[in-house]
């Protein structure tokens, strides 16, 4: 299985937009954002797909968008912290690729959202006492689908050796 489908799946705040533009360029491809290419698709943001629209609706559209990358040789994705747990998605990223769930800490994710939580509807009205427990109960529901990654990298191991050798691995 080459790495020249990559998947990387993990809770809002875990660095996935991050590292998919860097393994995009060690990996010599494109990067993606699935949240932006819903955006640009729809032509609203998440938030206000989530308010007009409902996550019913927002979940198939980002299956039917995840789906584009069937045809796609080479890249690497972020995908949304939910993408994994709907529409029998995660199921298909196995098959069309590898996928990496990038785990980090609760306490990380916190101090990583709070500040920009405005910009994340799940979390918009929430303190920072409240987004640590909103996070760990979505991590409690979301475990099953994440499990099910190719590869789990916890906090130490989400560095730029800790992708680069998975990466590796995969060498086509």
């Not at 990223?93 to 101090?111: A, C, P, R």
């Amino acid at each position: 299985m080459a790495a020249d489908k990559i998947f990387l799946i993990g809770m809002m705040g875990a660095g996935k937009t991050y590292w998919t533009q860097k393994m995009a360029k060690w990996n010599k491809c494109v990067g993606y954002d699935l949240d932006q290419l819903i955006e640009m698709n729809e032509e609203k943001s998440i938030a206000e797909i989530f308010n007009e629209d409902g996550e019913e609706y927002f979940r198939k559209i980002e299956a039917k968008i995840l789906r584009w990358f069937k045809e796609k040789k080479k890249f690497v994705i972020a995908t949304g912290g939910g993408t994994p747990c709907f529409q029998e998605n995660m199921q298909w990223m196995k098959k069309e690729g590898v996928v990496i769930w990038l785990d980090e800490s609760v306490e990380v994710l916190v101090k990583r959202l709070a500040p920009e939580k405005e910009q994340r509807p799940l979390i918009a009205s929430l303190n920072d006492n409240q987004i640590a427990s909103f996070i760990q109960d979505k991590l409690v529901e979301r475990h099953a689908f994440y499990q099910q990654a190719h590869y789990r990298l916890t906090s130490d191991q989400i560095t730029e050796a800790g992708l680069k050798k998975l990466m590796q691995k995969h060498a086509s």
